[in-house]
């Protein structure tokens, strides 16, 4: 731009534009402006646990994500944006209540969670009924599949119950890893066996 | 079922290109609420966009849509007052007069003189963002450079 001592504009308003605003802050009190312009569907933010961290989402209607230490929490985004609403945004101020039923949760000093929770990642009757009736197995309980099959309306559908379980989208909060093999076995954990037995050593349950 | 990106990427990616365009195009002290506006507009269209588009493209279409109705907002408000609008007196720092300067130019050129220079953008994009051709884009970038010579010298 400057070979002929010309005023090189390009190099002074570029040096000017950075010494000035800081995005990263605007970026992050974007999602405030967005959730009062009812336009974030779907907030999200990680939270450490004694496990490693969760990845928690929430709709307007409820927490309708938890993802386990095991997902990458990109991938996890990138689910949600693709079945929920492409307007995801990390906004921790929706995730507050969520975030400190957690923590108790895991001091071993909450035993229910009363947090409202939003169903629709999970697709079909039967696999709801499965997931509701697991949100009430209470703090340091099991039951095995077949029962919550039954419970849920089909005892022979203890398969069905299985695959319900294994896509429980909110995880902990329904709490799957409440469900065992008949006779005691842990069965299957998305999160992994060794998290399911910490989750029950935890609760007393093992 | 969509597969556009989630909007948090978009703000991971482009926030520091709109920031740096808007502080540009309006000067710094409006700069954080027309990035504001801009991001808000964007959010509001973001599930009818076109998969595949070029995202920061359109989001520096919006940012220039905003810088404009920013001048024009304030022009209308400077009216009363005097004949010519009175711009930038209010931006403080080192960098009063070259805000001052790029205020001062018309629409075109001074969307082009940011987006070149605070955006890195090639002038194939630049012509996008201001809806026009290449070679229009082009020559307007330069009379935008020209004036601000002139004027900064």
């Known amino acids: ?206 | 079922m969509s597969s556009l990106p989630p909007f948090q990427d978009l703000l991971d990616r482009h926030a520091d290109d709109v920031l740096g365009f808007l502080v540009a195009a309006v000067g710094p002290q409006d700069a954080e609420d027309c990035f504001q506006e801009t991001f808000l507009s964007a959010l509001r269209a973001y599930p009818r966009f076109g998969e595949g588009g070029n995202l920061r493209g359109w989001l520096l279409t919006i940012a220039h849509r905003k810088a404009i109705d920013h001048h024009r907002a304030r022009s209308r408000r400077a009216k009363p007052v005097g004949d010519a609008p009175e711009v930038a007196v209010e931006d403080r720092g080192p960098s009063t007069g070259i805000w001052a300067a790029v205020a001062g130019l018309p629409p075109k050129q001074r969307t082009a003189v940011a987006l070149r220079f605070a955006c890195d953008l090639p002038h194939s994009e630049i012509a996008a963002a201001i809806g026009s051709s290449e070679q229009a884009a082009r020559r307007s970038l330069h009379e935008g450079i020209k004036k601000l010579r002139k004027e900064l010298a």
């Open chain 1, 1 to 206: 731009m400057n070979g002929n001592g010309r005023l090189d504009v390009g190099t002074l308003i570029g040096d000017a534009v950075r010494r000035e605003g800081d995005a990263g802050r605007l970026a992050q009190e974007f999602a405030g402006r967005a959730e009062v312009a009812g336009l974030l569907d779907v907030a999200f933010t990680v939270v450490d646990s004694p496990f490693g961290p969760l990845t928690i989402a929430a709709t307007p209607k409820g927490l309708v994500k938890v993802g386990l230490p095991n997902q990458d929490p990109e991938d996890v985004v990138e689910v949600l944006a693709a079945r929920v609403s492409p307007r995801v945004l990390e906004a921790p101020g929706r995730l507050d209540e969520a975030r400190r039923e957690l923590d108790l949760y895991f001091e071993g000093k909450l035993r229910r969670f009363g947090l409202p929770l939003d169903w629709r990642l999970t697709a079909g009757d039967f696999r709801r009924r499965v997931l509701r009736r697991t949100a009430r197995i209470p703090f340091g309980e099991t039951l095995s599949y077949t029962e919550v099959a039954a419970e849920a309306g089909n005892p022979r559908a203890q398969r069905a119950a299985g695959s319900a379980l294994g896509s429980n989208p909110i995880p902990i909060v329904v709490p799957c890893h409440r469900v065992l093999r008949t006779g005691g076995a842990l069965g299957g954990y998305g999160g992994g066996l060794s998290l399911k037995e910490e989750l029950l050593r935890l609760e007393g349950a093992l």
